[in-house]
């Protein structure tokens, strides 16, 4: 499901692994030797340098940037949230910055308490500007702090859009068009000459090894050592990952999983418990109840640093950190008409095996009662006036028309359970089973359409970080819709643009293959993702749950000792309630299904009536299988992987469907006494509202088809079993094989997937 854009609310704690990594250089201009990145897709330089005293709270910094940067900010915490902020402009041959601060995503407020002083190196010319500045009070602030001693991460925030009034301080602006980040290693950034620099002269010069501009190097850890061979190397613990080692692991093959995060729920070692779960050593993963603060942290370690996109980058992948709405599949997600190879349509005995291992439920509070339902009364009594009926969804899977019923989950004995509770436990008890994490894939080692191993940015897992197969061993990709094509792109694997902008990445075209054995696959291509629309509503009834703001610091009491007590209540439950279907024929003669999802609060609300914030509700409309709009997702020169064509509503049919399913769901209001739409509230229609809506706040996080499955290389990324055209022993199995949207949320249809592919890949003659 999805909540909003993602603006900085993804950068990350320290972890393993940075696109960049700040290192020291020479300002030619100043002969300053900053500690610093230069971004590689926008060219802007971030630099930083510390007194030698560890009781200093100042540093100097510096932005050099082209003109095309209208505002530069820099997050010294890594994330939007509770960080101190520093944004810059140029406004004429003047630089204008501000100390800022957000407490949500929304425009930061001016923040006092840091003084920030332009040094007389700054400039403004024909092509750059360039800010360098004393920055006083600004090792701690509010929730945070800069250890001199420790590592940190920086988040960058460029835009290419002017802010409101150039000439003051505290205009607004709009949210920056690109982001990125970079780790810090604060001891590399202090400098002896440091009141040289305030003077404003270089002072003793710097060793000759500092080069003269900013690079970027990869950590590796630990001694070389010897590698082990495998018979298969599963790369990613997301849910595609984790059915796949499992099941070859069941088979007795010698299995080697890689994630590039650490753990998520307790079980698996996560620490991450909110205070008043700390008894029960119960982490924000595990607690139902936790989903939606998983979006308002300041310390969101879990989304992956590299796309603009919330993706899990953490055991479990999209599973530890998901609204866990679990349908098992419908015989149309497999269907020729969702674009499957006719072999794949007979899902059962798939599906069979992965409910006998993860069953789903739509009474997750362990004492079997439903808990916050006023959400779900209230849309039943809507629905009712358009010829709904009430089904469990799951006992139903094939009925997706005009049916509601309370929303399933994969949730076991109230707390998250999914893939790593299940198969991810069985795999682990297997000798022949060897899971590592924090460890970062960057390509498969290929010597032309055989692989022979991956190459990781961990030495101690092999020379160079590179671990080999078995004979006929085989590799298997499920690094997920972002992670997949990129360790595919750095392989020589897809579209030829894709594959040159790896080679204007030096760090990466160092281990590309020559272009004699380039393959040319639609990687990326045809992808789709539900574009969703919010309406949020008041009713008396309802009760909000003061839009989940406490349950991480300071939950309602009772609910949080029930939780504790027994793993029921309010906490064992996600925040959807109830989810809808309707099926729709559109004007092209294709059939596109509707699906709502209900919850008590909402995401934002932007209305101009009074209302009662403790009464708001949210219906999120989904449309799904059958849509014709297709994006494209690649990666820029940094290695970011992004949306290079948006996928939602590219396609007219799908726009008037989903207006038209709008219309619906709202047409029966009058049958439901006290029920008020306030977003979009009677200033405005459906069709205004869609209209107006940015298209980045549709994405539901639910992207498939971007190594989609075919039965051509032209048009398609893997073969009926999974492997990549034109390789020995190279497959995937995770949701970018899917080719088109399944009708629910798709990690059930995923998981079937992942089990008929791993037994086609087991069954596949050739194999170790
Ligand atoms: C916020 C959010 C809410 C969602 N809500 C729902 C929902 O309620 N119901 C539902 O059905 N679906 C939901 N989804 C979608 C669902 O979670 C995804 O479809 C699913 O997780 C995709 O699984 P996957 O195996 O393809 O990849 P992922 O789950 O993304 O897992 C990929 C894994 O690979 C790892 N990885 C990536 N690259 C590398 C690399 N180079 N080296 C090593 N490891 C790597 C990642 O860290 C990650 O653990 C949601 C998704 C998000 C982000
Ligand atoms: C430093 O900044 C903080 C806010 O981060 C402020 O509360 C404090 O007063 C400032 N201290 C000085 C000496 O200005
Ligand atoms: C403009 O400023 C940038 C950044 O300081 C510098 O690299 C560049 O050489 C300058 N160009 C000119 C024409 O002075
Ligand atoms: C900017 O806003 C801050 C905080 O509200 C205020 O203290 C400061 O005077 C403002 N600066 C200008 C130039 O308006
Ligand atoms: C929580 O974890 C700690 C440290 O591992 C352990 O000592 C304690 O027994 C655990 N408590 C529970 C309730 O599992
Ligand atoms: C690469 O493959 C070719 C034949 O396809 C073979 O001759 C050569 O030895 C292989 N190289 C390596 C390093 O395996
Ligand atoms: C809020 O709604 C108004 C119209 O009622 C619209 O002009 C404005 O752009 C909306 N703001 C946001 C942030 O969506
Ligand atoms: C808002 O709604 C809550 C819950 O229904 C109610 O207790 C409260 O009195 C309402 N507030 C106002 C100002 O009407």
Redesign the pocket.
């Known amino acids: 499901m999805k909540f909003k854009s993602l603006l900085l609310s993804l950068l990350p704690l320290v972890g393993s692994v940075y696109s960049q990594v700040a290192a020291p250089y020479v300002d030619s201009g100043n002969g300053f030797v900053f500690d610093g990145v230069t971004d590689p897709v926008h060219s802007v330089t971030y630099g930083i340098v510390l007194p030698q005293a560890s009781t200093s709270t100042e540093f100097i910094g510096e932005f050099v940037a082209p003109n095309e940067a209208q505002w530069i900010g820099l997050a010294l915490g890594g994330a939007m949230i509770g960080n101190l902020l520093l944004v810059a402009w140029p406004n004429g041959n003047k630089i204008v910055s501000s100390p800022r601060y957000a407490t949500g995503y929304t425009l930061p407020a001016a923040y006092a308490g840091p003084t920030i002083t332009q040094l007389p190196s700054s400039s403004v010319n024909s092509t750059h500007w360039k800010f360098v500045f004393r920055c006083q009070n600004c090792t701690a602030w509010n929730g945070g702090s800069i250890d001199p001693s420790g590592t940190g991460v920086f988040a960058w925030a460029f835009s290419n859009v002017a802010v409101d009034d150039p000439s003051d301080p505290n205009s607004s602006f709009a949210e920056h068009t690109d982001f990125g980040f970079f780790g810090i290693n604060f001891p590399d950034a202090q400098s002896s000459n440091y009141q040289n620099y305030l003077a404003g002269n270089a002072g003793t010069p710097p060793p000759t090894s500092v080069p003269s501009g900013p690079s970027s190097t990869t950590t590796t850890t630990g001694p070389t050592a010897t590698a082990t061979p495998f018979d298969y190397i599963v790369v990613g613990a997301g849910p595609g990952g984790l059915v796949t080692a499992d099941r070859l692991s069941e088979a007795g093959k010698k299995v080697l999983l890689l994630e590039r995060g650490g753990p998520s729920t307790a079980e698996t070692g996560g620490t991450y418990d909110a205070t008043w779960a700390k008894s029960a050593n119960l982490t924000k993963f595990d607690v139902p109840g936790l989903f939606e603060t998983l979006f308002t942290d300041t310390n969101p370690f879990w989304w992956c640093k590299d796309t603009n996109f919330f993706a899990g980058c953490l055991l479990g992948g999209g599973t530890s950190v998901n609204g866990a709405l679990y349908w098992y599949p419908n015989s149309r997600d497999f269907s020729t008409a969702s674009g499957w190879p006719s072999s794949w349509s007979n899902h059962q005995p798939f599906t069979d095996k992965l409910k006998q291992r993860l069953p789903s439920t739509d009474h997750p509070s362990a004492d079997g009662q439903r808990y916050l339902e006023q959400s779900a009364t209230v849309v039943q009594q809507l629905l009712s006036g358009q010829g709904y009926s009430q089904i469990t969804i799951n006992d139903n899977p094939d009925s997706k028309d005009h049916v509601f019923g309370f929303s399933a989950f994969d949730f076991l004995n109230g707390q998250r359970a999914g893939p790593v509770a299940t198969y991810f436990e069985t795999a682990l008890a297997r000798k022949n089973f060897v899971y590592k994490d924090n460890v970062l894939v960057t390509q498969v080692i290929r010597n032309g359409s055989t692989i022979l191993g991956v190459r990781t940015n961990d030495n101690t897992l092999g020379p160079d970080g590179i671990v080999p197969l078995n004979p006929n061993g085989r590799v298997i990709l499920s690094g997920g819709s972002f992670g997949t094509p990129r360790i595919l792109f750095q392989s020589g694997i897809g579209p030829t643009d894709m594959l040159q902008t790896v080679q204007s990445n030096a760090q990466a075209a160092a281990n590309l293959p020559p272009q004699s054995e380039w393959i040319d696959l639609p990687v990326g291509q045809s992808v789709s993702d539900n574009p969703s629309i919010n309406l949020v509503f008041t009713h008396?009834s309802i009760d909000a749950y003061d839009n989940w703001a406490d349950v991480w610091s300071n939950p309602r009491p009772a609910d949080a000792q029930q939780y504790l007590q027994s793993r029921s209540g309010v906490l064992a439950g996600a925040s959807p309630k109830l989810n809808f279907w309707r099926a729709y024929g559109g004007s092209d003669g294709i059939t596109r299904y509707a699906q709502g999802t209900v919850r008590p609060g909402a995401a934002s609300v932007n209305t101009s009536v009074a209302y009662?914030a403790?009464?708001i509700f949210t219906i999120t409309l989904y449309l799904s299988n059958g849509i014709q709009s297709r994006g494209r997702i690649g990666v820029d020169a940094a290695l970011n992987a992004k949306a290079l064509v948006n996928p939602w509503l590219t396609n007219s049919v799908d726009k008037t469907v989903l207006l038209q399913a709008l219309h619906d769901v709202t047409s029966t209001m009058k049958n439901v006494p006290g029920l008020t739409m306030i977003t979009p509230d009677n200033t405005m229609t459906l069709e205004q509202y869609v209209a107006a809506y940015d298209p980045a706040t549709m994405c539901s996080n639910h992207w498939v088809g971007a190594a989609k499955m075919g039965t051509s290389s032209s048009t398609a990324v893997v073969d009926e079993n999974a492997k990549v055209f034109n390789t020995d022993n190279l497959f995937i199995v995770d949701a970018s094989i899917i080719p088109s949207l399944p009708i629910g949320n798709p990690q059930g249809v995923l998981m079937s997937a992942a089990e008929q592919a791993v037994s086609r890949i087991l069954a596949l003659a050739g194999g170790p």
Do not use: A, I, K, T
């Open positions: 008396p009662n403790s009464e």
